[in-house]
Every structure is written in C-alpha cells, then in structure tokens.
C-alpha cells in the first residue's frame, strides 16, 4: 500500500478517536483509586481527632493526584510513540505546498535586557522572502539597547526597533503594541523569544499548511535544548525540552489540549482579532490558546520543524520560571479558565487534557503536602504508619537475606505488592522519556535523572511559596528568566529553606524513616545551590546522597533501624486502632 494513503488512514483513524487517549487515562485512573482507596479510608473511623482524620484524607488526595499524573504520561508516551510512529507520516513527507501568494509576515522578536545576536541572526536568515523583523524591545538596560541599534543598523529595511514608554502587560502588552501598529499589514506573525533559534525552513514549511487550513490559530513548531549551552546544569537538565515535546506535546496534539507555547509558532493575526488580543497576563501563551479554542479555532503542532531554545542556565534562573508559571497558570486558570470550561464547542477531552497538564506545576506542592502528613501527623495518630525504614517500607521484613525474601513474602497492612508496585510506576513513569531520549548515554541519562529528582525536592517549599502567593494576593509577576536587569532573591528564604531541611532531618531521626533525610538533603543544600551554582562539589554530593536514598528503596532495601517490622496478611486481619500515647507500633 502507498506510505501517503497508508497516513491519510491513520490521521483519520487518529481524527475519529480524539478523545481515545484521555478516556484511558479516566479509565486507569478510576480502577486504582477504585482498588486502593478503601484500604487507606477505612482509617478514618478510628481516627482520634479531626485533624487525624484530614491527615489521612489528605493523604489519599495526594496519592491520588500522583496516580492521576502517572497514569496520564504513561498514556501520553504510548499515544506519543503511535502517532510519531504513524500520525505524522503524511506531515513529515508531504512536499510543500505551491502558493500562488506569498502573504507578509511579520517576525515577532520580543526582548528585555537579553538580547541575542545569534538568536536575532536566525529571524533573519529564513528560506522567505516576504516577511520583516520586529525587535520588540522592552529593554531597560542602555548596555542592551545600543546593541540592539548596532544590530539592526545593518540591514534597516528588513528591521525595525519597537520600543514603548512602559512595560503595561508584560510579554502580552509588549506583542500587542505591536500588533496594533501592523496587524493590518501583515495576516501572520511569528513569535521569538530572545533564545530562540529559527530553522531556515520555518516560514516556508508551516505558512502552506497555514493556507491550506483556515481554522487554524496557530502551528506550534517543536523545541529542543541549544546544544551548545556551555553550563553543567543546563546539560543535565536540558534534554527535557525535547523530551516534552515528543512524549507530551505530541499526544495532546491528537488527543488532547494543543497550546501555543509562547514562542517558535506561526500566529494567525485574524486570531489575534477575534480573541482581542493576548490576555495581558504572566501566562499569556496558555490564556490565548485556550481563549482562542473557545472562540472554535484550533492549534497545530509540526513535529518536523524544530526550533532551538536554552534551558535556564542555573538554578536561580531555574527558579524565577517556574515561579513565574506557577502563579502564572493558577493566573490563568482563575481568569480565563472558566470561559474555556463552558465553551460548548470545546470536545470534553480537550478540557480535561489542560486541567491535568495544568496541575503538573502543583505537584512539588502535594509531595511537601504528602511528607509532612505522612512524616509527621500520620505517625502521631496511628500507630500502622510507626515504622522504622524507608518511607514505603516494602512488604518483607528487612533482616531477612533477599533469596528469604523472595520466597516467603509478607505483607505490610498498606504496602502490599500491587500498592507498593503501583507507588513504584508512579516515581520511574516520569524518567521513561529521558531514558528514550538519552538510550545510549547512560551516565548523561543519570545524571539527567539525580539532577531532575534532587531539583524537585529541593524545590517543593518554594513552589508551595508561588501557590500560596498568588492564592493570597491574586497577582503573577512576568519574571523575565534572563532579563539581567533583575537579579534580586528574598534574604530570609534561603535561612527559612535551610531551617525545614532541618526538619525533615529531625523527624527522619525521630521516626527512623530514611527517605526523610532525602528532601531534608535536597532542602538545605538548595540556598547552597543558588548562591554557589551546580558546579560546586559539595553540591554535586549532596544531590547523589539524595538520590542514592530514592534509589536504594526503589531497589527494595529496606533497612531497619531497630528491628523487623511486624507484617500482617491482610486488611481485615488487623484490628485498626488510634497510637495511645507513648506506644511504638509492634
């Protein structure tokens, strides 16, 4: 059979089971909380107080929440692999279209004191020739601002300089001042940020698809890391651009929510009409798209034309973004997620694919949530979550030599197989991209995964910082990640992220339960690693201490820090009750 007829099939395979990938996320997802929930629940009668009794319930919503997540990357990478493997046949191999016009657009490079000369090469540098470069430039710096004179001094009629009296809006306002001034010129626009790298081809391979599709707000071109990024923390870290976009964005092009990502798209500027512009909000890109879809336009996603941005070059930086998409999102969500929720022309899939991908930025969030409750109130009011060992003690005493082990396995009240398998999924399912991606190159992958796992924990209170902050004072601030006329940190954070480090190290002593020292580790080190940068050695330790931690229990080795832990067969075997005062679970 012809390859092109075979794809045509797939895509309309594809259009026909839209709502397939998220309906086995719903599925799953049901099935786990179905199975496991009783179990955990059935501690809230005896619980002592109330407070004990929203600890377990607070509990079960965490573990609940992870499952959620887990079991829709898990979807997402299978429905990823199916459509890269068969979805985009026709897109990659189709030939260009032939256009009879070739419409004006507009290159958008919006900039605030982070001017790239290399970056505004490639805007500059595209396969078309009907099209103009707009340096948007809310720079505040003069350092910044003759560069960009110099710059554009030498080629003047392909460059003009937009500049405004205030920065009104952030990014938004800055992209709407412009489009005022030219929208009537030019039917399409592209959106740069200041590290992005346009391929040669961007124009000439998406604005045919653009033309032959009218319902089209937007074609959101792939992204990956600039390889050539010199810093150690954005090498380890980096692959995740990618990474999101061939094992997420991909599916949630065919079966979910697209979003314009904010930059590396061509833009329909009779879009930008019928929305009234970007809302002029930290989260514009999420905010737009979701408007425009209400509005019964639609994105695009083009896997074969890749686009190259830089990963945050250290964790300070790191910090400010996702500081900036926390509050941003919650932003977003309370404004204009509504609106999108009620649209009528909006398949139900698409709206539950953004409220999940939405809540990813809360997850540091629930895991702080998640520890203090089990770490702490949990063992205060039951005497079932007094263990010593690690934080999912697995279901096999640990004095036993492992053949022992395998032989004869018992079981924990809560930590049976299937539950403590299913924990288990949940922690390796977010690292199966990365391993795709970094097949082959085992000791970049791990450093990947220490990295990406030790910058989660140590990350968790200043995330439930940009929540509680926005939840409080209804206000998201666009930080630019690397403006350099805003290097500025609280003085007292780093004190009060060190003295919870402490804490964790406190109850891991007082509890016996290893896995505390992890985030107690990553917590204290975390001021360490804004002031000093990823390179210092003594960071390097700490985040492998860490996640050696993680790994150890991952690989079943439960150490027992004063003696075996009694097992039970199952649930109704045990006669639930409240810890009394002073006792130690048997």
């Known amino acids: 059979m012809d390859a092109t007829v075979s794809g045509k099939s797939v895509e309309r395979e594809l259009d026909q089971d839209r ?84 419409p004006r657009v507009a290159i958008l490079y919006a900039t605030r004191n982070d001017f790239r000369e290399e970056c505004a090469d490639s805007c500059l540098s595209l396969q078309y020739s009907n099209y103009h470069l707009f340096i948007l430039d809310d720079g505040t710096l003069p350092e910044y601002r003759d560069r960009i004179n110099r710059w554009a001094g030498r080629d003047p009629a392909k460059v003009s300089i937009v500049r405004r009296d205030n920065c009104v809006g952030f990014k938004a306002g800055n992209l709407n001042n412009a489009l005022r001034q030219i929208h009537a010129e030019y039917p399409y626009f592209v959106v740069a940020d200041a590290d992005t790298i346009l391929p040669l081809n961007f124009i000439a391979e998406l604005l045919p698809r653009m033309e032959e599709d009218a319902s089209l707000a937007f074609i959101q071109a792939r992204q990956e890391q600039n390889e050539e990024q010199p810093e150690q923390f954005a090498r380890d870290l980096g692959v995740g651009i990618g990474v999101h976009y061939r094992y997420n964005v991909t599916a949630r092009a065919e079966s979910g929510f697209l979003m314009f990502y904010g930059h590396g798209a061509l833009m329909r500027t009779s879009t930008w009409r019928d929305v009234g512009g970007f809302p002029e909000i930290a989260t514009e890109d999420l905010a737009y798209s979701a408007l425009a879809r209400a509005k019964g336009w639609r994105g695009s996603y083009a896997d074969d034309v890749i686009c190259y941005e830089d990963f945050p070059a250290d964790y300070q930086r790191l910090r400010t973004r996702t500081d900036k998409w926390i509050r941003g999102t919650t932003e977003a969500l309370f404004k204009h997620g509504p609106a999108f929720l009620r649209a009528h022309g909006v398949p139900w899939h698409e709206k539950v694919d953004l409220l999940i991908n939405a809540s990813s930025h809360y997850l540091s969030t629930a895991m702080l949530v998640f520890i203090v409750a089990i770490g702490a109130f949990l063992p205060a009011s039951f005497d079932h979550f007094r263990y010593t060992g690690s934080f999912f003690l697995p279901p096999v005493p640990g004095s036993k030599p492992p053949l022992e082990l395998l032989l004869q396995t018992r079981y924990h009240i809560f930590w049976s197989w299937d539950f403590f398998l299913a924990m288990m999924v949940t922690i390796v399912v977010p690292l199966i991209p990365a391993g795709i991606a970094l097949r082959g190159h085992p000791v970049r992958f791990m450093r990947h995964v220490v990295a990406s796992q030790f910058l989660f924990l140590a990350t968790m209170l200043a995330d439930a910082r940009s929540v509680f902050a926005y939840m409080t004072t209804r206000r998201a601030d666009f930080r630019n990640t690397n403006d350099a006329g805003t290097r500025t940190s609280r003085s007292w954070w780093p004190a009060a992220e060190f003295a919870a480090g402490l804490v964790f190290f406190a109850l891991a002593f007082s509890s016996g339960n290893l896995w505390l020292f992890a985030p107690g580790i990553a917590l204290v080190a975390s001021p360490l690693i804004a002031r000093n940068g990823w390179e210092y050695r003594s960071i390097r330790f700490a985040s492998v201490t860490a996640a050696i931690i993680g790994f150890v229990i991952l690989a079943f080795v439960s150490i027992q820090l004063t003696r075996p832990h009694a097992a039970v067969a199952t649930l109704a075997s045990v006669e639930l009750r409240p810890a009394a005062r002073g006792e130690i679970a048997p």
């Open 19 to 102: 709502d397939g990938m998220l309906s086995s996320v719903i599925v799953a997802w049901t099935g786990m909380v179905l199975y496991f929930d009783p179990r955990i629940a059935a501690l809230v009668p005896y619980a002592p107080s109330f407070f004990s009794a929203a600890a377990v319930w607070l509990f079960l919503a965490c573990l609940n929440f992870f499952w959620l997540h887990a079991v829709y990357q898990l979807c997402a990478i299978i429905w990823s692999v199916r459509v890269r493997q068969y979805g985009t046949s026709v897109r990659t191999a189709r030939e260009t279209l032939a256009m009879e016009r070739s």
